[in-house]
């Protein structure tokens, strides 16, 4: 094993200094000269044509720069996929969820695009619509779009093995139902946009986003510009989890308000806005039928899941497909069947989310549980019995060429005492398990791969650009880190120009869970360039060989003689002095199935890499409120290699919040006529500082043979995970199996008293 | 649109007076960041329900999204960006950079000013203590479990 | 959220204050923290023409011990009861309540007038136009319909404040002050009992001190509040429970108050009834929890079904009583 300077290391992240200080800017934090206030009008009505529209009177209305409507960007519709383009960024003929884009004013100052907004007269006609995925799905139905009959958008069928035999050879086999309503990702910074053309029509434009590249092309489709022109600018980023990668009509509006008003104009979203117009997450219906033999080995499971998607397709076929993807890499299923569907609902529009599923992943961990428990096996050797293990495919089949499940789960077990506690607390005192893995990226065709370029200055210092972009998550640090490792600089030394698409080459961006694999992996590539390149010249110089060196401290030696070594600005300066040009490039394609297709041929290597892990929980529940009092969750997970461990941990720590406090205990979305009735964080609750448990992280090195040196994902397993756990601790601490997500208190008592009656 | 009368403010920010011209309706919040430029302090909700707006007045953490401009006239307000002094991290803010309690960092800056008036009132504080000073204070990111590892750091120590 | 247009005043005295509310009634809103006033006026649930701030005028403040009572002024923040050591020791449910308000920042601006005198509120109430937009006007806003409880005749909106219903477990009396005159009632005649006007004020009356009148021999009170998460949110359920006994060692005075069941907090009138005479031991604190289930009302307007929370009622009024009868002999 290589020893490292910097990877492997806590030290300070770039970043964090600027956001401590509050100097660090955000989209909304921009002021730029003239610039003007945007605002949205939003459709009242769930579902409706468009009849007229009528902004003359706004348009009259000093102070107010510009007006547009659909008639302004025109009607193409777009798409993540070719054949999912059913969004037009503003509607020509209908509306289709309570709060959808319908028009937007530039104005000098708020109060006058509010007033503005109100001069707007848009003529409507009310259609039925649908809220529930049955109602949807039912024949006479009013349908969304003319392409999805009975709202059915996405269909996604797996059927691999055979498993009417699996069933028939199962000693035991049990269906259930699960569900939980959408949940949102609530980041911490609401949405906003910044736009503003220069004098030869380029568009400079900052907001949050999970991969600049991904918004940067239909920006330049719809601006109907070439994309060298359309500049997604670098700007901090108060958070995505799965959200914030596709293009919004906001970027697009805000676009055209600048182009039109000739100033630039930023709109900033409220709390609601950025609950209801930008994504959520879907709620879920998933039916589990699955057969175990006397072991408790899976024999066969066969998976029906309903996703209610809103309005639009949005990621739709990704969305459909990924909760059954994570549970068949995390679990051995050789006999498996998944109908995946995807409804359309006269709601707002849902994406994918870092917690996505809590219905289906909990489901499939309830019933290991369950079976487990009528053949006298605890949960977690249940977990050991059905582990990926490496050298495995999956169902689909991708190759695991790393998989560190069996280690995570034994560590945890023994870090939170599972055998001392299993089955030997008090009542209403509980201890659960979950497991789960998530695929480090998936195929993205011509975005699947990242580059990186590095220059070098005479000094020895370096500058490193990459389009990976950081959502808060600690991308930015990784990037100078291994840069810095590779050349033996410190952190100081490398400048970094990221995630801005006038300059950077094509990234994935950061939403499926690929930046450090692919994004990392190609700076560490052009790193190791530019590394030869100065080697060559050291080696020349020394009269060495170039693998007899070493690059640390700002130097180039002879490894075994360390007094022989030149400086790298020298090494620098003498290529610079023979009329050559010195800088490095690397790229990273990974080595993925390209014929995999969600829906047409969903098999194939997903991924090079999966992350794996598992999470336990210890809950004790007041029986007399259903209150759950969580006393410590401790997290186990092989990231293939930790390139900073704390920064690690933190994913494990707001995982565990996220999916586990916040997805299992409180927060869900509530709904009235396809409005949202808590779209604010008075409303919908994320957990609070007070709320949260003891927290034990256990990093698993499994040193993937791919990622950057072993590197994979570890910022959305454990949330999964966490979810799982909490739902099994809750279940054991109750004694009842809970199938309805979040467990809030009503539930929980409600259990209680069914039970007690259920007893006499 | 109502035409209102515009209020002409002394504002005391970090220990430099501003002379701020408003109408009545305008948050701390907005002229902090429209008027002063002073964007360290974030809207994450407008509903006093996240924190992100956090600043102290007279020492004590207010909202600064709840607190009309225009009341705030003779009460001495603090920043994020006063807490640096000459470029240097203040302690608070250098223990949660050493502590990795920053992740996207929209929370952090309400987040320190929490736990600064926290040490202020109670140099050291214990767990519970800090989860409770900081509970109205919201963070999606950490878990906050570095964040409260961060102020613990600084407890007992003297200033 | 952008505030609406409306004119500022700052009165520097209460005659000065009282006199504006004269001339401008209905059309000026009190703001005193800021917490409630502020939130109404984005969600545009208000637009009067003026904002009076009232939280700089003097004689507004300050917790002082008087021989028969203890009297607050409505400026005091909740901050400032929470940490007086007087009602933590002696009006623990006082103090208590103050603690869970909200969370610290936002029980540092607020005041326990602004507290008592909270709106009551409901998930379709406390909703700004993105959301209200194209569905029928409820009760509370002027229309006639209820959008909680389909065809509902009366608004079901909640009143979730924490001060009142364990101030009103001590039977305390709030001054109401206007030009020229000022009355005093007990702060449980201040609720009108129904949603849509929750309180019996005139339109020129202005809240400026709260009366505790002195509890004697052994007493004790608790507050109990049911949230979803550890701070910051409203309650979902409370109750407040003052017990006193008499020289003989019975319960002589009983108040069991519930909040966050109705759109006022409710004094279970039986359950003073059921523990009088009646040793602290022996008595039926089941029973009287019961009572206060029968007071409750819950339906499905808040974070959690209505049927839950009345449940709730139940258990914090048990939880309260009991609470109220540790701390009764914490003193003796």
């Known amino acids: 094993m290589e020893k490292f300077t910097l990877l492997g290391k806590n030290r300070k992240r770039v970043d964090t200094a600027a956001k401590a200080t509050g100097e660090a800017l955000f989209s909304a934090d921009l002021s730029l000269p003239r610039m003007l206030v945007g605002k949205v009008l939003r459709s009242p009505h769930p579902h409706a044509r468009i009849l007229a529209i009528d902004t003359s009177k706004a348009e009259k209305l000093p102070g107010v720069k510009a007006v547009i409507t659909a008639k302004d960007i025109g009607g193409d519709k777009w798409g993540v996929f070719r054949y999912t383009q059913d969004q037009q960024f503003l509607p020509t003929e209908k509306v289709r969820y309570v709060g959808e884009e319908v028009a937007a004013v530039a104005a000098v100052d708020e109060d006058t695009a509010l007033e503005a907004l109100a001069l707007i007269d848009v003529q409507y006609e009310v259609l039925p619509s649908v809220f529930t995925m049955a109602d949807a799905m039912a024949d006479g139905a009013p349908q969304l779009h003319d392409a999805y009959p009975n709202n059915i958008n996405v269909r996604v069928k797996i059927d691999v093995g055979d498993i009417e035999k699996g069933f028939n050879e199962s000693y035991l086999v049990r269906e259930d139902l699960f569900s939980a309503p959408e949940d949102t990702y609530c980041q911490a910074e609401p949405y906003a946009v910044a736009a503003q053309f220069d004098q030869a029509g380029n568009i400079e434009i900052w907001m949050p986003n999970a991969g600049p590249h991904m918004k940067a092309k239909p920006l330049a489709n719809v601006l109907k510009i070439p994309l060298n022109k359309v500049r997604v600018r670098k700007i901090t980023i108060g958070g995505a989890f799965g959200g914030r990668s596709e293009i919004s009509p906001a970027d697009v509006i805000c676009a055209f308000l600048a182009r039109k ?94 917690v996505h599923g809590r219905a289906f992943a909990c489901g499939v961990d309830v019933q290991l549980d369950r079976m487990g428990e009528e053949l006298g096996i605890d949960p977690l050797t249940m977990r050991l019995r059905n582990a990926r293990q490496a050298g495995d495919y999956t169902p689909t089949r991708s190759y695991v060429a790393s998989c560190g499940l069996t280690e995570a789960i034994i560590r945890v077990g023994e870090k939170s005492g599972w055998k001392e506690k299993f089955g030997k607390l008090p009542p209403y005192h509980g201890i659960g398990i979950g497991c789960n893995s998530v695929q480090t990226g998936f195929p993205m065709g011509i975005r699947g791969g990242s580059q990186a370029f590095i220059k070098l200055n ?66 560490r590539l052009a790193a190791r360039d530019v590394k030869r390149k100065l080697f060559r010249i050291a080696a020349g110089e020394f009269g060495t060989g170039e693998d007899e060196l070493t690059a640390r401290d700002r130097k180039i030696f002879v490894t075994k003689n ?8 020298k090494a620098v300066r003498i290529a610079l002095s023979r009329n050559e040009s010195i800088s490095g490039e690397g790229s990273y394609w990974p080595d993925v199935d390209a014929k995999r297709e969600w829906v047409k041929n969903p098999y194939g290597q997903l991924s090079e890499a999966f992350s794996f892990g598992a999470v336990i929980v210890e809950v004790k529940v007041d029986p007399e409120t259903g209150q759950v009092e969580v006393l ?36 869900f979305l509530q709904w009235h006529e396809g409005r949202v009735l808590n779209p604010s964080q008075s409303g919908y609750l994320v ?74 | 649109m109502k035409k209102m009368k515009r209020y002409s403010l002394t504002l005391t920010v970090n220990n430099e007076t501003h002379a701020v011209v408003t109408p009545p309706n305008r948050t701390l919040l907005e002229v902090l960041r429209d008027d002063l430029h002073l964007t360290g302090t974030k809207e994450g909700c407008g509903e006093g329900a996240c924190g992100s707006c956090t600043v102290l007045v007279d020492g004590q953490p207010v909202r600064s999204c709840l607190t009309l401009a225009v009341a705030m006239e003779g009460r001495t307000i603090t920043t994020i960006e006063g807490l640096a002094q000459g470029g240097r991290l203040h302690p608070i803010q250098a223990a949660f950079v050493e502590h990795h309690a920053i992740q996207c960092g929209f929370c952090s800056p309400g987040m320190i000013l929490a736990a600064y008036a926290l040490l202020n009132e109670n140099p050291n504080p214990g767990e519970a203590e800090i989860r409770r000073a900081i509970s109205g204070n919201v963070c999606r990111c950490t878990g906050y479990a570095k964040i409260v590892k961060a102020v613990q750091s600084l407890a007992g120590e003297g200033r | 959220m952008k505030l609406p247009p409306f004119e500022y005043l700052e009165p520097s005295t209460v005659p000065e204050a009282l006199s504006m509310l004269d001339a401008y009634r209905d059309r000026v809103q009190i703001i005193a923290g800021g917490t409630e006033a502020v939130n109404r006026l984005k969600m545009r649930l208000i637009s009067p023409d003026y904002i009076m701030n009232i939280k700089k005028l003097p004689d507004l403040g300050g917790i002082v011990e008087h021989e028969q009572s203890i009297i607050i002024g409505a400026n005091v923040s909740i901050n400032e ?9 002696k009006y623990k449910a006082i103090a208590e309540a103050a603690f869970q308000v909200a969370a610290p920042p936002l029980a540092n601006m607020g005041t326990i007038g602004g507290n008592i005198l909270q709106n009551t509120r409901c998930l379709f109430y406390n909703q700004s136009e993105i959301v209200l937009k194209g569905l029928e006007v409820c009760h509370k806003r002027g229309g006639a319909s209820c959008l909680a409880v389909k065809g509902g005749k009366r608004c079901f909106s909640v009143y979730q404040g924490d001060m009142a219903p364990a101030l009103i477990a001590f039977d305390a009396q709030c001054v109401l002050e206007k030009s020229g005159s000022r009355r005093t009632i007990s702060i449980r005649a201040l609720f009108s009992g129904e949603g849509v006007q929750p309180f019996s004020m005139a339109g020129n009356e202005m809240l400026t001190g709260i009366i505790i009148p002195k509890q004697n021999g052994a007493y004790g009170s608790a507050y109990r509040k049911l949230r979803l998460r550890g701070s910051l949110d409203y309650p979902l359920s409370s109750a407040a429970a003052l017990l006193a006994i008499n020289a003989d060692g019975k319960f002589a005075v009983s108040r069991l108050v519930i909040g966050a069941a109705g759109p006022a907090p409710k004094i279970v009138d039986g359950a003073s009834a059921a523990l009088l005479g009646k040793l ?53």
């Open chain 1, 261 to 354: 008003a000739r100033r630039p104009v930023k709109i900033v979203y409220s709390r609601e806005e950025n609950t209801v117009a930008t994504r959520q997450a879907h709620a879920l219906v998933t039916r589990i039928k699955t057969g175990v033999d006397r072991e408790g080995k899976v024999l066969a499971r066969e998976i029906i899941c309903h996703m209610d998607g809103g309005a639009y397709s949005s990621t739709g076929p990704i969305a459909t497909s990924v909760p059954f993807l994570c549970m068949e890499q995390a679990y051995r299923m050789d006999n498996v069947r998944f109908t995946g569907y995807r409804i359309l609902t006269n709601k707002p529009i849902r994406g994918m989310f870092r």
């Open chain 1, 632 to 667: 410590e969750a401790t997290a186990a997970q092989d990231v293939g290699f930790a390139l900073h461990p704390q920064v690690i941990e933190g994913q494990f720590e707001g995982g565990i919040a996220m999916g586990g406090q916040g997805g299992m205990l409180t927060e």
């Open chain 1, 687 to 760: 957990p609070l500082a007070i709320d949260m448990p003891k927290i034990n992280s256990i990093i698993v090195e499994t040193i993937d043979p791919k990622g950057p040196y072993g590197a994979k994902e570890a910022g959305m397993s454990v949330a999964m995970s966490a979810a799982q756990a909490y739902c099994g601790a809750i279940s054991n601490a109750v004694g009842v199996s809970f199938h309805d997500y979040p467990i809030t208190p009503d539930k929980i008592v409600k259990a209680i008293e069914e039970k007690k009656k259920t007893k006499k």
């Open chain 3, 280 to 332: 602290p031991e022996e008595a039926n604190l089941k029973a009287a929890a019961d009572m206060a289930y029968e007071l409750s009302e819950g339906v499905d307007n808040l974070a959690l079904p209505g049927d839950y929370r009345r449940k709730m009622v139940r258990v914090l009024a048990q939880r309260a009583l009991k609470g109220a009868r540790a701390d009764m002999k914490r003193g003796m």
């Open chain 3, 81 to 89: 009861i929470r940490d007086s050591s007087l009602l933590q020791d």
């Open chain 1, 562 to 569: 360390p007094e022989i070594s030149m400086s790298i600005a």
């Open chain 1, 458 to 523: 005479e000094d020895g210092g370096i500058t490193v650009i990459t389009g990976i972009v950081d959502n808060g998550q600690g991308n930015d640090n990784m990037v100078v880190q291994i840069a810095a490792e590779e050349l033996g600089l410190t952190p100081d030394d490398v400048q970094l120009i990221s995630a801005d698409t006038e300059v950077t080459p094509s990234d994935p961006g950061s939403y499926s869970m690929c930046e450090t694999f692919i994004g990392g992996n190609a700076v």
